[in-house]
């Protein structure tokens, strides 16, 4: 009965690789989110759809592209893989602004 | 943008221990939370918080939003109680900015 779910939860890929994160959430939210946890911690916003529309982009390279085929899924595809790539990527969802977060995604490039 | 600003950094308590964890922000917000980091690294909502005071269980939050700072009250603190929290803002959106943490280490 996980609210928001990803996979997968380890990801581990060599540079240049292409690799996609899932996530959904039985919440029934309307809003959900991509956030990125770097090694000291920091967790800072990538993305927000509302209703399968964007609308927060935050100063993300193009290599990372979301996609919302419903308003319960948001998933994170990421082109050319780099090393500064690695972190928790994790995804929420919230509904007036109560947002509940998945386990996270850790991706680890070599 | 807006800044949020958690203290203390660290902290280390014997268990039974009682803590106060402070948040200040520097601008007008339409909400607060707070989370919890456990060492498994999962991040689970505790309070939201746009003013007042809730409690749940041994954990209790408060809000002034005209003085824009909240405060995490843990008591009796548990060796479980260890990890980092967060609070962050939420402002436009739903856009949570998040403070840096603070890293809470419980000994039994």
């Known amino acids: 009965d996980t609210a928001v779910s990803q996979t997968p939860k380890y990801l581990v890929t060599q540079m240049g690789n292409d690799k996609s994160i899932k996530c959904e959430q039985n919440?029934?939210?309307?809003?959900m989110y991509w956030y990125k946890q770097d090694s000291k911690k920091f967790l800072k916003i990538m993305f927000s759809?509302?209703?399968?529309?964007?609308?927060i982009n935050e100063t993300v390279p193009n290599r990372f592209s979301p996609k919302s085929p419903d308003k319960a899924h948001l998933n994170l595809h990421i082109n050319s893989l780099e090393l500064g790539d690695s972190a928790v990527y994790f995804c929420?969802?919230?509904?007036?602004?109560?947002?509940?977060f998945g386990q996270g995604t850790r991706l680890t490039v070599v | 943008g807006i800044q949020v600003e958690q203290s203390p950094p660290d902290l280390i308590l014997q268990e039974g221990a009682n803590s106060t964890l402070r948040c200040n922000f520097s601008?007008?917000?339409?909400?607060l939370q707070w989370f919890h980091q456990n060492p498994w690294g999962q991040l689970i909502n505790l309070f939201y918080?746009?003013?007042g005071t809730k409690q749940n269980g041994r954990l209790s939050a408060t809000t002034v939003a005209t003085e824009r700072y909240s405060l995490l009250y843990i008591s009796s603190s548990q060796t479980t109680d260890s990890g980092v929290y967060f609070c962050?803002?939420?402002?436009?959106?739903?856009?949570?900015?998040f403070g840096q943490g603070t890293i809470l280490t419980v000994h039994p």
């Open positions: 962050a803002v939420v402002h436009s959106y739903g856009k949570l900015t």
């Open positions: 919440l029934g939210h309307d809003t």
């Open positions: 929420a969802s919230s509904q007036g602004g109560n947002a509940f």
């Open positions: 601008d007008s917000v339409n909400n």
């Open positions: 918080i746009p003013s």
């Open positions: 759809y509302n209703n399968k529309e964007l609308i």
